[in-house]
C-alpha cells in the first residue's frame, strides 16, 4: 500500500467526508531512509519539479565542527548515544536530524537531515 500524504476522508468531527478530486502523484510519499552506520550507500530519488533529493541510507563518517575553533574535521561515526525522534533508534543505530552519536572526535549532535540532504553535519557537543 502506498503512502498518501493528501487530505483526510474524516472531517474534524469524525464524519466521513466526500473527496472533490482524485488522488494526485504529487502526493504521494515515501518510506523513511532510516540512516545507519555502515559502508556508504546512497539512493537518488526524483521529486517534484524533476530535482533529486539523495537518501542516505548507510554512512560510516561525519563532518564534525568544533564550535570553538570554526573548523571541520572528518570523524568516524562509532554508534548512536541518543535520539529525541524515537528511542528506538538508539537500539537499531539509525542517524537522525537532531541524533546525538558517539565519533572519534567525542560527542556529536547531528544537524543535517541525512534521509534528505544525503550528508551528515554535526556540532561538537563534548
Do not use: Y
Request: aromatic residues 2%; hydrophobic residues 35%.
Amino acid at each position: 500500500m502506498a503512502i498518501w500524504q493528501g487530505k483526510s476522508l474524516r472531517t474534524p468531527s469524525g464524519a466521513r467526508g466526500k473527496l472533490n478530486k482524485n488522488k494526485r502523484k504529487s502526493e504521494l510519499g515515501k518510506e523513511a531512509a532510516e540512516t545507519k552506520i555502515g559502508d556508504r550507500k546512497v539512493k537518488k530519488i526524483r521529486s517534484k519539479g524533476g530535482n533529486e533529493k539523495i537518501r542516505l541510507t548507510n554512512e560510516n563518517k561525519i563532518n564534525v565542527v568544533n564550535p570553538e575553533t570554526n573548523k571541520v574535521e572528518v570523524a568516524e561515526i562509532l554508534n548512536v548515544v541518543e535520539n529525541s525522534a524515537n528511542t528506538h533508534f538508539v537500539r537499531r543505530n539509525i542517524i537522525t536530524k537532531g541524533a546525538v552519536i558517539e565519533t572519534s572526535a567525542g560527542k556529536v549532535k547531528v544537524t543535517s537531515r541525512p534521509g534528505q540532504h544525503g550528508v551528515i553535519n554535526g556540532v561538537l557537543i563534548e
